[in-house]
């Protein structure tokens, strides 16, 4: 994922009226690491059902899914991630530059 966002980091890549990356995540301790700032959702029961939807991709697309799922299912929720394109452009337009 670190290779994507340098990627996007590169001038001219993404247009200039995109002003932050924004998603929504069950991973987000490991989006901390690249920068993103995470802050979980409120418990809804629309929430809820994100919960189970993504639980089942990560069940379906992980090669290890049940047993990532059992680790996940008890304590995972929903959090929103936010990377600004400040933070994007000084954390990973220096990647580029060196490769």
Do not use: C
Request: hydrophobic content about 40%; charged content about 25%.
């Amino acid at each position: 994922m670190a290779s994507d966002l340098a990627m996007l980091a590169e001038p001219g890549r993404l247009p200039p009226e995109v002003k932050a990356l924004h998603g929504v995540t069950l991973l987000a301790r490991a989006t901390r690491r690249l920068g993103f700032e995470a802050r979980p959702l409120p418990k809804t029961l629309g929430n809820q059902l994100v919960r189970l939807y993504m639980l089942g991709l990560l069940r379906i697309y992980n090669p290890s899914g049940d047993r990532r799922l059992a680790q996940a299912e008890s304590d995972a929720y929903p959090s929103e991630i936010w990377l600004g394109r400040r933070e994007l452009s000084e954390r990973y337009a220096s990647a580029t530059r060196q490769e």
